[in-house]
């Protein structure tokens, strides 16, 4: 069996499970299907405890993301209504 390996989201979103959702290591790599150890290194790596940066570099870069997927679906919807008030104003009830 191949060496599997995972994105720095899916790395992040399983450290906050232990830190911001309580969950014990054990329960957490569980849940997610990874070994113990990898998840113990992943909270040395990108724990807030860790000080080097990468969580909060990490979290800009997710937030950046969240925010660029909204605006794209805000400007479909605004391009939706124009549609619809201009058919609307040219074909009154």
């Keep these: 069996m191949g060496r599997r390996s995972f ?16 969950y014990t290591v054990a329960e957490a790599s569980q849940s997610l299907g990874v070994d113990r150890s990898s998840l113990r290194s992943w909270l040395k790596q990108y724990g807030p405890a860790a000080g080097n940066g990468k969580s909060g570099k990490l979290s800009m870069q997710a937030e950046l993301r969240r925010l660029r997927e909204e605006n794209k679906r805000l400007l479909m919807e605004r391009e939706i209504l124009k549609k619809a008030t201009a058919f609307f104003a040219k074909h009154p009830s």
């Design 7 to 22: 994105s720095e989201e899916f790395k992040l979103s399983a450290v906050k499970l232990v830190l911001e959702q309580s």
